[in-house]
């Protein structure tokens, strides 16, 4: 397989070509290069066939066993941690999308931001200007319990030809006209995606420069003495790499400052790369599952704590300008938010203290990776305000979900990741049970049966509002309907349950249903 880079540069200098192309002509043959047709032709993707939307060739049955009495601890409303594009995109839009999210049960509790430090700093003046980026933090702060400030390239890495010392003393200036003015930063990531970037960072050198992140942190922390002091972590590689990782927590263990710091690990959540190939977690969301206990397992062996945080601040089924249709992206609108919710899953279900941040709210440049409607089909701009794709929906979806876990039980497996999910939740206010079917290129549908047992007292032998809640192709999919493309409630009733809730739910590829029950309000 060829490089992944070489090969997304070149699809995504010709996918904007083949989309303007496709409008035009109002069809589905992309005017494209016999070379990149040979490896469409490869990857088992024929341009030359109109794409229609996404229909199950065979349905299985199934059955989701819900036990209200088996608690599994706090739900982690991971719909809560987000990322915003850099500060120069989509500027006059970004008022109107803070206030949207805010409004719609979106407020976060970390949101990720960008911040190129030494762009901010005059080396002549040895002062800091951070005027041009205050619009830009003083959103996220609206929009968030807490910043994370992702210090992407930031001059200690490069520009700064000067000692340690004084990288330290510049970066604490900034970080201090930063905290200063935005109290709600807490996080600084050191770096971005190192691996990737490849600006003379090595796994042998990073803590070099990490070093430099934690002492600015710790000075500012001892100057301003916050009410939230800042936390530091790193190092932010684009895949979980132990090529990375070992070496970056040896040097933490050998380093024999006792002020030396690291809140939180982070990495991003895209694929993984064994030797020189990459398997994209589009075809298999899975693969994440194990990578916590491995990094716990790291993290004994060196007598540091297996409770430090980890954050997934980047994650995705489609990296760069990756696809499944490369016309259009109706289906893959659908297989995005099916596959988000199958990537949270996976990281929910088998670890602790690990936050998946989604990404992004609007991208600058890929649509697929939209929360709101930005492009059409074709990827031409369309910037709406107030409307989300599946994808945002499908994070509405989660904000409906209750505080608790509780266990739920699908009759089918999972193979390679796809397949029927479910999570369940309750709290004092009911139950919401989240339901998708994760099938990326397949076309497998399921007859499910919901059995819900062991029904709380609030809803037992009650009159209960059960509300259905569906993402697919016609419902909460603005490529259906763009003035009706919010989380579309398609079905709400009243019924009078006893210990157990029963209904027969069918799932076509990709789409995503939300039940509700909660009981019949009283005046």
């Known amino acids: 397989m060829r490089n992944l880079k070489i090969v997304i540069l070149l699809l995504s200098i010709l996918t904007i070509s083949s989309y303007t192309k496709a409008q035009e002509k109002k069809q589905n043959v992309p005017a494209i290069s016999e070379e990149v047709k040979q490896y469409l032709k490869q990857q088992g993707i024929d341009v030359s066939k109109p794409v229609g939307p996404m229909i199950s060739t065979s349905v299985a049955e199934a059955e989701i066993n819900v036990d209200c009495a088996e608690s599994l601890g706090d739900f982690l409303h991971v719909e809560r941690y987000n990322n915003f594009e850099s500060s120069m995109e989509f500027v006059d839009q ?42 830009y933090l003083s959103d996220a702060s609206k929009i968030s319990d807490y910043v994370l400030v992702n210090c992407s390239h930031l001059g200690v890495v490069r520009g700064w030809d000067v000692n340690d010392d004084e990288k330290v003393e510049r970066l604490a200036k900034i970080l201090k006209e930063l905290k200063s003015n935005f109290p709600k930063i807490k996080y600084i990531e050191a770096t971005n995606e190192p691996d990737y970037a490849n600006e003379g960072v090595t796994p042998d050198n990073y803590y070099n420069f990490y070093k430099i992140y934690y002492q ?22 684009s895949q979980f790499s132990m090529v990375w990782l070992r070496p970056f927590l040896d040097a933490y263990v050998a380093d024999a400052s006792p002020d030396k710091r690291l809140d939180f690990i982070s990495y991003h959540g895209y694929y993984k790369k064994p030797e020189n190939e990459y398997i994209l977690f589009k075809d298999n969301p899975s693969l994440v599952k194990d990578q916590r206990t491995q990094l716990n397992s790291e993290l004994a062996s060196r007598g540091i704590s297996t409770d430090i945080p980890v954050f997934i601040t980047e994650m995705g089924i489609y990296p760069g300008p990756a696809f499944d249709d490369f016309v259009t992206m109706k289906n893959d609108h659908l297989r995005q ?135 697919d192709a016609e419902h909460s999919n603005y490529h259906a309907d763009l003035e009706n493309c919010n989380l579309q409630l398609v079905e709400e009733k009243t019924v009078k349950t006893d210990a157990v809730f029963q209904s027969a739910l069918h799932f076509e590829p990709n789409t995503l249903q939300l039940i509700v029950l909660e009981p019949v309000e009283t005046n």
């Open 94 to 135: 970004r008022d109107a999308d803070v206030e949207f999210f805010n409004e719609s049960g979106l407020h976060g509790k970390v949101y990720r931001v960008w911040f190129i430090g030494n762009s901010y700093y005059d080396e002549s003046t040895d002062k800091v200007d951070i005027s041009a980026m205050s619009d």
């Open 216 to 237: 600015a942190v710790n000075k500012v922390n001892a100057e301003l003495n916050p009410e939230i002091p800042l936390l530091v972590g790193g190092p932010s590689v």
């Open 337 to 471: 938010a099916a596959g988000m919710a199958s990537l949270f899953y996976w990281y929910l279900t088998t670890a602790n203290n690990t936050y998946p941040f989604n990404w992004v709210m609007r991208h600058r440049k890929e649509g697929r990776k939209d929360q709101l409607v930005t492009r059409d089909e074709y990827a031409q701009p369309l910037v709406q305000t107030n409307k989300f794709t599946p994808y945002g929906n499908m994070m509405i979806m989660l904000s409906k979900m209750k505080d608790f876990k509780i266990s739920s039980v699908v009759s089918t497996e999972k193979k390679e990741g796809k397949g029927l999910y479910s999570l369940a939740t309750k709290d004092e206010s009911g139950i919401s049970i989240m339901l998708w079917n994760f099938q990326s290129r397949n076309t497998e549908g399921y007859d499910a049966t919901l059995k819900v047992d062991n029904l709380p007292a609030g809803l037992n032998g009650k009159n209960v509002t059960v509300k259905l809640y569906k993402i």
